[in-house]
């Protein structure tokens, strides 16, 4: 009996031991820079598009193989880390006159309050207040920020937000008035 | 049967590795500096911060020395002409445009690693900095961001992402909630304690 639990333990510590491994050779990728924001999420009785911003719904249309930038890209003060993100991209249906018909934004990997990219899905219908700015982060395409991105549930009309600190399940509707859509 | 002892290995794994983790209230993302030794000193560039900020940025990281059980000290931003000085600082304050950076339009932000020695916190120029904190209007409150920042600086996550949040953790410097509030409570403190 404790041979075989010896031989157990033996393996778990084995395959703890394959994962360091892992982890190693994955190390040669630039270090991650950790990312936290003083950032509120976004309220329900906060809906607003700022003048920086445009709000829009749409379509996610293509997700990106996760990358990263750094100083090289022209970030000051980041020569020693690098950013990761996943790029997303996304097609209008309908927005504030400001809002571009197809584009690209950022989905931070290492965000405090945590980003969830993994909540997206391709065809999935969405809501966006984003950055009018966009930005070449070393990918070729143009990148937009974010303050909030929502995935819409058809079935109850509510958008749900991929950041930790979003209040969750916002009536579609509120938006659409907001963008001067309804 | 040696399914039943597989699973019973791991039951003992999984419990070691449960009841190793601290059941603390408050929230880190890890310790970013590996040693208590020296001051905690954040660099600020004449070139790109306001003389103006530098009393409050001072105040700010004072917040956090010398709380009871922690070996943690930190002081008063070092306020230099020097680009070559605030290049090669490990701990630095920024006045950017942080947008242009990283693509995140929020009041400030901090960047860090666990365990990497170094933290960089950005105010975003591109906001009204003063006495009053909305971040919908974009306006923002030295003392509270920066110190919050600085919180992030020293490992602190935001308070309120753990699955039960308390009055406590709520009430807390790292709670980004949009009140004015600059004084670590007993959240924050116990934070700082359980990292230094």
């Known amino acids: ?182 | 049967m040696k399914i039943r002892i597989l699973i019973s290995g791991l039951v003992v794994v999984f419990t070691a590795i449960i009841t190793a983790s601290p059941a603390n209230a408050y929230v880190t993302f890890g310790r970013v500096w590996s040693s208590t030794a020296g001051v905690k000193t954040p660099y600020a560039y004449t070139g790109n911060m306001p003389s103006s900020l530098i009393s409050t940025l001072s105040a700010a990281n004072l917040a956090w020395d010398g709380i009871s059980g922690s070996a943690l000290n930190t002081g008063t931003v070092s306020y230099v002409p020097s680009a070559n000085t605030y290049a090669n600082a490990p701990f630095k304050i920024a006045y950017s445009n942080i947008q242009n950076s990283f693509a995140i339009d929020v009041a400030g932000l901090t960047q860090s690693t666990a365990g990497g020695n170094s933290a960089t916190v950005f105010l975003n120029s591109t906001w009204s900095w003063g006495s009053v904190q909305n971040s919908n209007l974009r306006k923002a409150h030295v003392r509270t961001v920066a110190t919050h920042e600085f919180g992030h600086a020293y490992g602190l996550d935001e308070s309120d992402r753990d699955s039960n949040v308390t009055a406590s953790e709520l009430a807390a410097v790292m709670n980004s909630n949009d009140v004015v509030k600059y004084i670590p409570n007993s959240d924050d403190r116990a934070g700082i304690a359980y990292l230094y």
Not at chain 1, 17 to 27: D, I, K, L, R
Not at chain 1, 33 to 52: C, K, M, N, P, W
Not at chain 1, 117 to 122: A, E, G, H, K, M
Not at chain 1, 137 to 145: C, E, K, Q
């Open chain 1, 1 to 182: 009996m404790f041979i075989k639990i010896f031989t157990v333990f033996s393996l778990c510590i084995s395959l703890a031991g394959c994962a360091s491994a892992t982890s190693t050779e994955e190390a040669a990728a630039p270090e991650r820079a950790h990312l936290s924001g003083y950032d509120t999420g976004l309220q329900i009785d906060e809906i607003d598009v700022r003048e920086t911003e445009f709000g829009a719904l749409g379509t996610i249309a293509e997700i990106g193989e996760e990358t990263y930038f750094n100083a090289d890209d022209g970030i000051a003060e980041t020569a020693d880390f690098a950013v990761y993100f996943t790029p997303v991209r996304i097609t209008t249906t309908a927005g504030t006159d400001d809002a571009p018909a197809d584009y690209w934004v950022v989905v931070h990997s290492d965000y405090s309050p945590k980003l969830d990219v993994s909540l997206l899905d391709v065809g999935d219908s969405i809501v966006i207040i984003g950055d009018d700015l966009s930005f070449d982060r070393g990918t070729g395409v143009m990148l937009h920020g974010f303050r909030y991105l929502a995935v819409i549930d058809e079935s109850t009309n509510v958008a749900n937000g991929i950041k930790e600190a979003d209040e969750q399940a916002i009536d579609v509707d509120l938006f659409r008035e907001s963008f001067g859509l309804s």
